[in-house]
């Protein structure tokens, strides 16, 4: 079973402040790592995403951390805003064939709360 | 562009009844994805698609079933409803970039 796990379970900063959130997987065939972004009563939303032959990827204020060796990587959100409090989930898919599309995988989702 | 549309929004069923979760994409993905959330334990993969008249199981298959006549829909039965099939249903669709389009969600209690 291809899993992806992820922590904390939630996570509560003051605004400023900078959460990390952690997955790891166990596929090594796995290529492609997005995190999404999903508030109440909506869909997941893409934020961003990394492949393995980069080590980090930084976009605004979210930065992605990939450590291939250990098979683990890493959401980091800097200067956190109240608007940042969602529910973040990991994933995790292999190259794709056309017969089977990219499935994702995903954590098990990091509920963040950043107070003001 | 509308995206991904689910329909309904919410809805209660009884158990042993059966309903149709509705998804439409007017994106021209070729792939399709249903995945239930449940809280802790973050999306399963039901069914997916990738093309019109083709499907397959994904991690938590049983109870559903899919068909996808068209690039456009992909709706997911549910034959004989169980309080287990409580949850809230997201729908998904891709191109070969890889990313995912969600839509907004089913949430479905089962009593």
């Known amino acids: 079973q291809q899993q992806v796990k992820q922590s904390p379970q939630s996570l509560i900063v003051q605004k400023g402040g900078i959460p990390i959130i952690n997955c790891a997987y166990e596929n090594t065939a796995f290529d492609y790592f997005p995190w999404y972004q999903q508030f109440p009563g909506k869909g997941p939303a893409l934020l961003i995403a990394?492949?393995?032959?980069?080590s980090e990827k930084k976009e605004g204020r979210f930065t992605i951390s990939f450590n291939k060796s250990a098979k683990q990587f890493s959401l980091h959100i800097m200067d956190s805003q109240p608007g940042d409090s969602a529910t973040y989930f990991c994933?995790?898919?292999?190259?794709?064939?056309?017969?089977?599309?990219?499935?994702?995988?995903f954590g098990e989702g990091t509920q963040l709360t950043v107070n003001p | 562009n509308a995206g991904v549309t689910q329909t309904p929004k919410f809805r209660i069923l009884k158990i042993g009844q059966s309903m149709t979760l509705q998804c439409t994409q007017d994106m021209n993905h070729n792939y399709m994805y249903w995945y239930r959330q449940d809280p802790g334990m973050g999306l399963k993969l039901i069914y997916y698609?990738?093309?019109?008249?083709?499907?397959d199981k994904g991690e938590v298959p049983n109870g559903y079933n899919v068909s996808r006549s068209t690039t456009e829909d992909f709706p997911l039965r549910l034959e004989l409803a169980a309080p287990s099939q409580t949850s809230v249903y997201f729908c998904?669709?891709?191109?070969?970039?890889?990313?995912?389009?969600f839509g907004s969600g089913t949430r479905l209690t089962v009593v």
């Open positions: 990394i492949r393995p032959d980069v």
């Open positions: 994933a995790a898919s292999e190259r794709r064939r056309e017969s089977s599309g990219s499935r994702l995988t």
């Open positions: 998904a669709s891709s191109n070969s970039n890889y990313g995912y389009t």
């Open positions: 698609s990738v093309g019109a008249g083709i499907t």
